[in-house]
């Protein structure tokens, strides 16, 4: 009697280890990814956390297709998602157009002065070929420089939000945010429907 009392137990046992075990499982696999705009709106408190976010790709860098821009609700929005060799180097050029989401580290691109700078140094001693290799218009409009033309009126541009940013928050530097990409998926038509 008593090993059958025993036995129910560790079947019993056994059935709520899996029944438990599915049900994370299933867990798991919902979805769980943010919006770029919640992302945005959060992103200093997770810088180095590693997150999932959802977002139109508006733009792969020609480059090889290492940086993928994500759109907010508001195209306005920008979010930069850099690749990793962890992913496979590089975004596939079919994800223009389509929602993704991407798995990823928050990380903080900080420009104060000494950045500045040094991009001024950097730009005064390249010749007129590397000077062509402006910023993508895409990438400006990530930094909120979209509608500003030269390399002078950027850096100056820098200038006055690092100097208003210090007098408002006592932060002599901007924070840019973006992802560093660990995978990521394209979203199907019925994926996007939900």
């Known amino acids: 009697m008593k ?3 025993i036995l129910m137990t560790v079947v019993a046992a056994a059935a709520l280890f899996v029944a438990s075990c599915g049900k994370k499982d299933a867990a798991c696999c919902e979805k769980t990814a ?3 705009d919640s992302l945005m709106a959060i992103a200093p408190e997770i810088v180095g956390d590693t997150i999932e976010v959802d977002g139109l790709c508006s733009h792969l860098c020609k480059h090889g297709g290492r940086k993928a821009f994500l759109v907010g609700t508001d195209s306005t929005i920008v ?3 850099e690749s990793t060799a962890e992913m496979g180097g590089a ?3 079919d994800c223009i157009g389509k929602t993704l989401t991407v798995t990823g580290v928050v990380c903080e691109n900080r420009i104060g002065e000494a950045e500045v700078a040094a991009m001024e140094a950097r730009q005064a001693a390249a010749d007129s070929a590397a000077r062509a290799h402006e910023a ?3 990438e400006k409009k990530a ?3 979209d509608s ?3 390399f002078e009126d950027r850096m100056a541009d820098y200038r006055a939000k690092i100097a208003a940013r210090a007098e408002a928050e006592g932060k002599d530097y901007l924070s840019f945010y973006y992802i ?6 394209v979203d199907t038509p019925a994926e996007q429907a939900e």
């Open 148 to 150: 500003i033309d030269t």
């Open 79 to 81: 979010l930069r998602c």
């Open 180 to 185: 560093k990409a660990i995978s990521y998926t």
């Open 34 to 36: 943010i919006s770029v």
């Open 91 to 93: 975004f596939a050029p």
């Open 143 to 145: 930094q909120g420089q």
């Open 136 to 138: 993508c218009a895409t």
């Open 3 to 5: 090993i059958k009392v």
